[in-house]
C-alpha cells in the first residue's frame, strides 16, 4: 500500500531540519544544523576523516519513510528496530567489500528525539541515488564541497540546497 503524499511531503520537509552528527573518536562529535549549515565544517571533518566531495550521507534505516513512532505497537516498534540493525550492517558489509570508505554520521531531529544511524560515503549524484532508490530511502543529503544538498531517493521531489528558502 503507497504511503499517502501528503505523509511523505511532511517527511521530505522533516529532512529540512536534520541535525547531523560527524563522530569521530579523536576529534569528538561535530554537530552541523541543516538549517544553517556550516560547510566549511563539514568539509573540515570530511577531510579529517579521510573523505573527499562528492559525498553522500544516507541511512539504511526506516525505507520509505517508516519511522519507529509510526509503529502502532511496542512489538512492531521492536520488530522494526531489529530490521534497522540488519539494515545497517548489511550497508556497512556492503561499503566494505566494494572497497568504499565510510564514516559514521548520525541524522538527529533537533530535539534530539529521533535518531538514525547513517554513513557519508564518496559518490556522485547519481551513485547516490541510485543507492538511496535501492536501499527504499525517501532522500539523502549530498555534499558537493561547498553546498549541502537535500536529494531524492524514491521520493518525487527535486533536489534543493540547503537551508531551504
Not at 73 to 97: C, F, G, K, P, S
Not at 136 to 158: K, N, S, Y
Amino acid at each position: 500500500m503507497a504511503e499517502p503524499a501528503e505523509s511523505i511531503d511532511a517527511k521530505w520537509d522533516a529532512y529540512h531540519g536534520t541535525v547531523l552528527e560527524f563522530v569521530d573518536d579523536e576529534r569528538g562529535c561535530l554537530r552541523v544544523d541543516l538549517r544553517r549549515p556550516d560547510e566549511r565544517a563539514i568539509a573540515q571533518r570530511l577531510a579529517a576523516l579521510g573523505l573527499e566531495p562528492p559525498v553522500a550521507i544516507m541511512t539504511a534505516e526506516n525505507p520509505r519513510g517508516a519511522n519507529a513512532e509510526d509503529a502502532p505497537t511496542a512489538r512492531q516498534e521492536a520488530r522494526q528496530e531489529v530490521r534497522n540493525d540488519d539494515r545497517h550492517a548489511t550497508l556497512l558489509a556492503e561499503l566494505r567489500e566494494a572497497g568504499l570508505p565510510f564514516a559514521r554520521v548520525d541524522g538527529v531531529a533537533p530535539d534530539g528525539e529521533y535518531r538514525e544511524r547513517c554513513v557519508a560515503v564518496p559518490l556522485g549524484r547519481q551513485e547516490g541515488r541510485a543507492l538511496a532508490r535501492r536501499l527504499g530511502q525517501l532522500a539523502f543529503f549530498w555534499f558537493d564541497g561547498t553546498r549541502v544538498w537535500l536529494e531524492p531517493g524514491i521520493a518525487d521531489h527535486e533536489a534543493e540546497v540547503l537551508p531551504a528558502a
